[in-house]
């Protein structure tokens, strides 16, 4: 069964700085990989996403992310963090069910 | 298109009560699903849906039921609510081909008392 581990439940940057946030995705095959995003109160809104080719994908509001297969990661980065990133953020992955299985999101603050 | 829609935003049960939650999209997607947000837990699977009139339990399903009679629409019924229930239910969609791409909406929060 496929799995997903954030091992970060909260992160704190001040912005301008620079952030990454750590994602592990456990399937036997080349998994679909996604990040998401949640303000407050809101519904999920796709980042970027990842299905073959290139492994950095450039995503919406400047995030990019990075496949490495070697260590199972998907790691999302961004070089400099606004006040308005601040936000939920989930790491997820489907097989060929189509069904996604999330981790248990990384909470960001950002410090002015 | 108004993408994915549900009602109502806020719901406050009784235990014992029943309700459905409503989910709807306009864009002609042949999946749909819905999920539960516990904090700590990320989101989980509920049930899912391939197409009108199939319909297949995902990671949660006890204590919901779920119908597609329509391509458009997939609701989520509650027919003996529980504290446990409590959440924030979220449905998705997305094609049945192609990059696995789910849209959202933007949440029911269910309190049971």
């Known amino acids: 069964a496929q799995s997903v581990t954030q091992p970060d439940i909260h992160i704190t940057v001040s912005e301008g700085a620079s952030l990454e946030l750590r994602c592990n995705y456990s399937?036997?095959?080349?998994?679909?990989l996604f990040w998401y995003v949640q303000s407050p109160g809101q519904g999920l809104q796709l980042l970027l996403k990842?299905?073959?080719?290139?492994?950095l994908v450039q995503g919406i509001k400047g995030f990019e992310a990075e496949f490495k297969r070697s260590q199972s990661s998907f790691n999302l980065r961004k070089p400099s963090v606004h006040w308005s990133d601040a936000a939920e953020y989930f790491c997820?992955?489907?097989?060929?069910?189509?069904?996604?299985?999330f981790g248990s999101g990384t909470q960001l603050t950002v410090l002015p | 298109n108004a993408g994915v829609t549900q009602t109502p935003k806020f719901q406050v049960l009784k235990t014992g009560q029943s309700m459905t939650l409503q989910c709807a999209q306009d864009?002609?997607?042949?999946?749909m699903s819905w999920y539960r947000q516990d904090p700590g837990m990320g989101l989980r699977l509920i049930h899912y849906?391939?197409?009108?009139?199939?319909?297949d339990q995902g990671e949660v399903p006890n204590g919901y039921n779920v119908s597609r009679s329509t391509t458009e629409d997939f609701p989520l019924r509650l027919l003996s609510a529980a504290p446990s229930q409590t959440s924030v239910y979220f449905c998705a969609s997305s094609y049945q081909r192609g990059g696995h791409e789910q849209f959202f909406g933007p949440g029911t929060r269910l309190t049971v008392l």
């Open positions: 997820a992955t489907s097989g060929s069910a189509r069904q996604l299985t």
């Open positions: 849906s391939v197409g009108a009139g199939i319909t």
């Open positions: 990842y299905f073959s080719g290139d492994t």
């Open positions: 864009m002609n997607h042949e999946y």
């Open positions: 399937y036997g095959a080349t998994p679909y």
